[in-house]
Antibody, heavy 123, light 111 residues
Framework: QVQLQESGPGLVKPSGTLSLTCAVS?????????WSWVRQPPGKGLEWIGD???????NYNPSLRSRLTMSVDKSKNQFSLKLNSVTAADTAFYYC????????????????WGHGTLVTVSS | QSVLTQPPSVSGAPGQRVTFSCTGN?????????VHWYQQLPGTAPKLLIY???NRPSGVPDRFSGSKSGTSASLAITGLQAEDEADYYC???????????FGGGTKLTVL
């Protein structure tokens, strides 16, 4: 069974860079799946951030694209997220997830999720 | 404002049947893209409940079912149980975003 675990600083200063890593266990990150980030402001709904394929192909939410970088480290079986120029609006629980399913990209779903990590943007 | 529209809350008594609606448009559900549903228990990560409109992952009881018609999708729970109290989110692909969209979520209260 695939397991995902997020890690990174829980507090980031405004205008700084939010950096998170998701460690994948129970399966290879190069298995052909896509890997994603989803966030959830406290008490609010889910927002898709972006996806990455093990070969480094990315798909970003247009609203975050100018500030977002995702990468994969196959040697460590993990993938990462960097979001720069953060503001209080970026305060949220950040989840990593596996994007899985049909060979049709637009039919995929998030089947495994990490437990999530709260990142607060504050001085 | 979420791209997919869900009612904020739904309630039902134990044993009853409840339904959750998820309304989109021609760029997502109406374009024929699959709808998926997630259950989020308090303080936990979302859990996949229904994928590909109607399919249940292994381990999800058959009390949960999904359907889709036109620009909308629905999730139904029969034989409601106290442990079903959670937030429920729908998700689909959106061609105008070239990415994934979620509904705002519906909070289920078991009376």
């Amino acid at each position: 069974q695939v397991q995902l675990q997020e890690s990174g600083p829980g507090l980031v200063k405004p205008s700084g860079t939010l950096s998170l890593t998701c460690a994948v266990s129970g399966g290879s990150i190069g298995s052909g799946s896509w890997w994603s980030w989803v966030r959830q402001p406290p008490g609010k709904g889910l927002e898709w951030i972006g996806d990455i394929y093990h070969r480094g192909i990315t798909n970003y939410n247009p609203s975050l694209r100018s500030r977002l970088t995702m990468s994969v480290d196959k040697s460590k079986n993990q993938f990462s997220l960097k979001l720069n120029s953060v503001t209080a609006a970026d305060t949220a629980f950040y989840y990593c997830a596996r994007l899985y399913g049909s060979t049709d990209f637009n039919k995929k779903h998030f089947d495994y999720w990490g437990h999530g990590t709260l990142v607060t943007v504050s001085s | 404002q979420s791209v997919l529209t869900q009612p904020p809350s739904v309630s039902g008594a134990p044993g009853q049947r409840v339904t959750f609606s998820c309304t989109g448009n021609s760029a997502n559900i109406g374009a024929g893209y699959d709808v998926h549903w997630y259950q989020q228990l308090p303080g936990t990560a979302p859990k996949l409940l229904i994928y590909g409109d109607i399919n249940r992952p292994s381990g999800v009881p058959d009390r949960f079912s999904g359907s889709k018609s036109g620009t909308s999708a629905s999730l139904a729970i029969t034989g409601l149980q106290a442990e079903d109290e959670a937030d429920y989110y729908c998700q689909s692909y959106d061609s105008s975003l070239s990415g994934w969209v979620f509904g705002g979520g519906t909070k289920l209260t078991v009376l």
